[in-house]
């Protein structure tokens, strides 16, 4: 059994297990809304998200955050669905446990259990954290007296616990391309937190920099959650009981110009939502060709709409509205998430499907014959048909005591004496049959393919056809690489660059 497939279970098996510890933490640490447990919450929230009359289990779900779609008379509570999908994704990750400990070392059951638990639990909570966080505003904004009581538990331990499991497991899997990755996950972080009005968030006493001339919003007095939450309730319509930011009160104007510069921050605040959703998704998913090109594709949408909607403020020019700092600073954000996502596309090497995991012997050598003499020449064999190999291997003997040097030979060097077991060592030489790619390897390679896959001493190779001597082998060396992960620790690296060499060649 492989010690890196080991040891990759083991970082998944161990990081899966603090994950799930964390967010059982979340549901059962009495620090919900500052004393109670959040798991005594979730009879109100299911029935309050599937519209069931309360049986009165558990407690009243504190934390409410209806959304009213589009001028809808009835709205529906966010955070209720938000907290019974948390509660689904714990009990379904208790229950993977199982696989993920059950699982050998030489699959990938334990790692794409644990990605798959951790990755909607991310996605989950980051929900949650953005609700909250615009509850904290909307009563800070609303100078309610009380203080407001964070979730910490679900923050901080839940959240914050499965997303630093699954960067660890990232960087473990991914290295370079897991860092990559990070990278992108701490801009899309930084991006989400520009859609919040940071001067409320962190206390500040102003919303002005450079003496006046620019705030540190999206635009005017306004933040992008705001924004995008007034064009779902309202859509380009006028205010309701429910929001009463509209597109007349926020840009002054109901023209096309308004209704563009709307939509555009909107669109573009959604965007960076779920750009950074998928952040979170990418950080222990695979990366391939297909994948870097949607992120080019969503980070170029993002960046767009951003400068669409610049342009439009600056077009509208009314009511004192302009782009704030941080619709520029998300903008770089996005236009930086770009540029790294289009390198990674334009660099992209691509890597056949392996079997990094397949079971692989730990020796694939067998050399139990022992022979001192040369072996007898093999006769000229057709290319088409197949020869044993053969070679000499290392011979291990006793010299016999030194005859007396003859007269004749009196003028040569004497021989020095040895005592002990001398070992003599023959070089090995191939006698089997060649073609042009055998031709092109050394000795010892020519030795060791012969043994991998003209005789097949470790048995038949499913999915790899056999190797014709002098035929068209272009099926065996693409078979080869496809099936790459389950030979490479078999074979030399000299051996490896000739078959790739080989593989290039025949394309």
């Given at each position: 059994?492989?010690?890196?497939?080991?040891?990759?279970?083991?970082?998944?098996?161990?990081?899966?297990?603090?994950?799930?510890?964390?967010?059982?933490?979340?549901?059962?640490?009495?620090?919900?809304?500052?004393?109670?447990?959040?798991?005594?919450?979730?009879?109100?929230?299911?029935?309050?998200?599937?519209?069931?009359?309360?049986?009165?289990?558990?407690?009243?779900?504190?934390?409410?955050?209806?959304?009213?779609?589009?001028?809808?008379?009835?709205g529906f509570d966010m955070m209720a669905l938000?907290?019974?999908?948390?509660?689904?994704?714990?009990?379904?990750?208790?229950?993977?446990?199982?696989?993920?400990?059950?699982?050998?070392?030489?699959?990938?059951?334990?790692?794409?259990?644990?990605?798959?638990?951790?990755?909607?639990?991310?996605?989950?909570?980051?929900?949650?954290?953005?609700?909250?966080?615009?509850?904290?505003?909307?009563?800070?904004?609303?100078?309610?007296?009380?203080?407001?009581?964070?979730?910490?538990?679900?923050?901080?331990?839940?959240?914050?616990?499965?997303?630093?499991?699954?960067?660890?497991?990232?960087?473990?899997?991914?290295?370079?391309?897991?860092?990559?990755?990070?990278?992108?996950?701490?801009?899309?972080a930084a991006g989400v937190l520009c859609l919040?009005?940071?001067?409320?968030?962190?206390?500040?006493?102003?919303?002005?920099?450079?003496?006046?001339?620019?705030?540190?919003?999206?635009?005017?007095?306004?933040?992008?959650?705001?924004?995008?939450?007034?064009?779902?309730?309202?859509?380009?319509?006028?205010?309701?009981?429910?929001?009463?930011?509209?597109?007349?009160?926020?840009?002054?104007?109901?023209?096309?110009?308004?209704?563009?510069?709307?939509?555009?921050?909107?669109?573009?605040?959604?965007?960076?939502?779920?750009?950074?959703?998928?952040?979170?998704?990418?950080?222990?998913?695979?990366?391939?060709?297909?994948?870097?090109?949607?992120?080019?594709?969503?980070?170029?949408?993002?960046?767009?709409?951003?400068?669409?909607?610049?342009?439009?403020?600056?077009?509208?020019?009314?009511?004192?509205?302009?782009?704030?700092?941080?619709?520029?600073?998300?903008?770089?954000?996005?236009?930086?998430?770009?540029?790294?996502?289009?390198?990674?596309?334009?660099?992209?090497?691509?890597?056949?499907?392996?079997?990094?995991?397949?079971?692989?012997?730990?020796?694939?050598?067998?050399?139990?014959?022992?022979?001192?003499?040369?072996?007898?020449?093999?006769?000229?064999?057709?290319?088409?048909?197949?020869?044993?190999?053969?070679?000499?291997?290392?011979?291990?003997?006793?010299?016999?005591?030194?005859?007396?040097?003859?007269?004749?030979?009196?003028?040569?060097?004497?021989?020095?004496?040895?005592?002990?077991?001398?070992?003599?060592?023959?070089?090995?030489?191939?006698?089997?049959?060649?073609?042009?790619?055998?031709?092109?390897?050394?000795?010892?390679?020519?030795?060791?393919?012969?043994?991998?896959?003209?005789?097949?001493?470790?048995?038949?190779?499913?999915?790899?056809p056999d190797y014709v001597i002098g035929g068209?082998?272009?099926?065996?060396?693409?078979?080869?690489?496809?099936?790459?992960?389950?030979?490479?620790?078999?074979?030399?690296?000299?051996?490896?660059?000739?078959?790739?060499?080989?593989?290039?060649?025949?394309?």
């Open positions: 059994m492989s010690t890196k497939n080991q040891s990759k279970k083991y970082l998944s098996v161990v990081t899966y297990c603090i994950a799930l510890i964390c967010l059982l933490l979340g549901f059962f640490l009495p620090v919900f809304n500052g004393k109670g447990l959040l798991f005594m919450t979730l009879p109100d929230a299911f029935c309050t998200t599937f519209g069931i009359s309360d049986p009165n289990l558990g407690d009243a779900l504190s934390r409410e955050h209806v959304i009213y779609f589009f001028g809808a008379t009835k938000v907290v019974t999908l948390y509660g689904l994704i714990t009990a379904v990750g208790v229950i993977m446990l199982i696989p993920v400990l059950a699982a050998k070392s030489n699959k990938k059951t334990a790692n794409a259990c644990a990605y798959f638990v951790e990755v909607v639990a991310a996605v989950i909570l980051f929900v949650f954290t953005v609700i909250e966080i615009q509850l904290y505003l909307g009563e800070v904004g609303s100078n309610v007296t009380t203080e407001f009581k964070w979730d910490y538990g679900v923050i901080g331990i839940a959240f914050g616990g499965t997303l630093l499991m699954l960067i660890i497991q990232s960087l473990g899997y991914k290295k370079g391309s897991g860092f990559m990755k990070l990278v992108t996950f701490i801009l899309g919040f009005s940071i001067p409320t968030l962190f206390s500040l006493k102003s919303n002005a920099v450079f003496d006046g001339k620019l705030f540190i919003t999206m635009f005017a007095d306004y933040n992008g959650i705001q924004t995008l939450e007034a064009l779902i309730e309202n859509g380009l319509g006028k205010a309701t009981i429910a929001n009463p930011l509209s597109l007349e009160f926020m840009f002054g104007s109901t023209d096309v110009m308004a209704k563009v510069a709307f939509v555009c921050i909107g669109a573009g605040v959604l965007m960076a939502l779920v750009n950074f959703a998928l952040d979170i998704m990418a950080i222990g998913a695979s990366t391939k060709k297909g994948t870097l090109a949607i992120d080019v594709i969503r980070y170029l949408i993002e960046a767009l709409l951003l400068i669409l909607a610049v342009i439009m403020v600056f077009v509208l020019n009314n009511k004192g509205l302009r782009p704030g700092l941080l619709m520029y600073v998300l903008l770089a954000i996005a236009v930086v998430q770009l540029i790294i996502a289009s390198i990674r596309c334009a660099v992209y090497q691509p890597v056949m499907k392996t079997e990094e995991n397949a079971e692989i012997p730990e020796t694939y050598y067998d050399d139990t014959i022992a022979n001192a003499a040369a072996p007898a020449p093999v006769a000229a064999q057709p290319q088409s048909q197949y020869v044993q190999p053969v070679y000499l291997q290392p011979v291990y003997a006793s010299p016999a005591a030194a005859p007396a040097p003859a007269p004749a030979a009196a003028h040569a060097a004497a021989p020095a004496n040895h005592t002990g077991e001398i070992v003599y060592t023959a070089k090995e030489v191939y006698h089997g049959p060649t073609d042009s790619f055998i031709a092109r390897l050394t000795d010892s390679e020519k030795i060791e393919f012969a043994k991998l896959f003209l005789e097949k001493i470790n048995g038949p190779y499913a999915n790899i068209d082998n272009k099926e065996f060396f693409s078979s080869l690489f496809i099936y790459l992960g389950k030979f490479r620790p078999l074979i030399s690296d000299g051996l490896m660059n000739k078959i790739y060499e080989e593989l290039n060649l025949l394309n």
